[in-house]
């Protein structure tokens, strides 16, 4: 299984980064706009087309509708090989990429930092919703002690108690099971 970070630079340029999950190895690409138009020809003869339209389609292949389109995947030695088959305005398309395998260090810059960050992020999220929820529950109990009534009780809510949030959650997770 792969996680794939892509980036189109001004629509004249191609940058793809694949990271493995099951083998933990990165791979890299990245074409420029000759680079583009040469494998063009070499792979699509019959096809002319724009860059910025070649690598629009690229997206569509890769992001928006990957499973429209056929590929052949296979490593060897430090490259990895994607073939990809689709259609582009209705004509026969083929695509090679051949990713180089990068160092294990690398895997912290592109991924393992920006994970953590999203990490922190999410519990900082989760911490000022945790003290707007227990607000909120010290609003209620103040106009429960002034004797306002709710009109209608399918509103009705427990007070949120942390750990039994806690303990319903990990339950829930199977992902802890498999750690």
Known sequence: MFSLK???????????????IDAFQLFYLSQNCEQIEKQLKELNP???APVKKILEHLETCLINNPEKNEYTTSLHSDFLFIKMKSKLSGIKFNWEFKLTKLENRLLNKHFVIPLLFNCAEYQQRELELIKIIQAKDKEIDDYKSQGIEL???????ETFELSHFDDQIKSKLQVLNCL
Do not use: C, I, P, V
């Open 46 to 48: 019959s096809l002319e």
């Open 151 to 157: 009109t209608r009780k399918y509103l009705a809510t």
């Open 6 to 20: 892509l980036y189109l630079g001004n629509l004249d340029f191609f940058e793809m980064m694949l990271f493995d």
